[in-house]
């Protein structure tokens, strides 16, 4: 494993998976949330932003994480590994109803973006299992990365970073 997308809905724990996988393997964890939005939530440029992460993913070194529709063919073309965390919904709408409630108001996912409350969202994550996970899988199939790892608990998760190490 030397570059690693890490996918999934949104609350699955991407961010938190691909930072605590860097941290046990040394590899360097690549944000896409840190790079996508702009101060006030806006979104960047289709073509800079597809610009932007084939540079960003130009090394022979990186673990990603972060969906992005519009720039999965980038990280699956380059990726040797993906890892799908594939929890219920209901735990990830927990997730980002947490970390609504724990961060709101404070920018976590980007600079000058503020956690916010968001139906959108909301909408997006409660179909994710039957409208996004099929066209993900179809995606990751296409690109037929090395190898793909689909995590769906946390003892799932555990065993994968305890043997990570």
């Known amino acids: ?11 699955a724990g991407k961010t938190t998976f691909a930072r605590e996988l860097g941290r046990r393997t040394g590899l360097p964890v690549i944000s896409l949330d840190t ?8 979104r960047p440029d ?26 999965l063919d980038i990280r699956l073309s380059r990726a040797d590994t993906v890892i799908f965390l ?3 919904r209901w735990v990830c ?12 108001g404070h920018a976590v996912q980007a600079a000058g ?6 139906w959108s969202f909301l909408r997006y994550l409660w179909s994710f299992p039957r409208q996004h996970r099929p066209r993900l899988l179809a995606e990751i199939e296409r690109h037929a990365p090395t190898c793909v790892v ?5 003892r799932h ?3 994968f970073l305890a043997a990570a190490t």
């Open 113 to 118: 973006c503020p956690e916010r409350f968001s």
């Open 1 to 11: 494993m030397h570059r690693i997308a890490v996918v999934g809905s949104g609350g």
């Open 93 to 104: 709408l927990l997730r980002v109803l947490g970390r609504h409630w724990r961060h709101h």
């Open 150 to 154: 689909r995590l769906r608990s946390d």
């Open 35 to 42: 790079y996508y939005w702009h101060p006030g939530w806006r």
């Open 86 to 88: 594939d929890r219920p």
């Open 157 to 159: 998760v555990a065993g």
């Open 46 to 71: 289709r073509q800079r932003w597809r610009q932007q992460q084939e540079r960003i993913l130009a090394g022979d070194h990186w673990i990603a994480d972060g969906n992005y529709w519009s720039t």
